[in-house]
């Protein structure tokens, strides 16, 4: 059975949306983009859409 997306990351309560992760950071969807890819931030890619996980967004926050 395949699962749609937005049914999948309901199972995943540890992961936000890039535009949610932004928001909290401060910083353009872009930015937070390029610190997916590089790995400044910890993240999943799930059918083609980043998700950023909420432990690294807070350790983020708690470190800025």
């Given at each position: 059975?395949?699962?749609r997306?937005?049914?999948s ?7 936000m ?12 969807q ?11 931030l ?9 998700y950023?996980?909420?432990r690294?967004i ?7």
């Amino acid at each position: 059975a395949t699962m749609r997306l937005h049914e999948s990351m309901e199972d995943k309560p540890d992961y936000m949306t890039v535009e949610q992760a932004a928001n909290l950071l401060g910083r353009s969807q872009y930015n937070v983009r390029a610190m997916l890819t590089d790995g400044r931030l910890q993240g999943a890619k799930i059918g083609g859409r980043w998700y950023v996980s909420l432990r690294a967004i807070q350790q983020r926050i708690d470190g800025e």
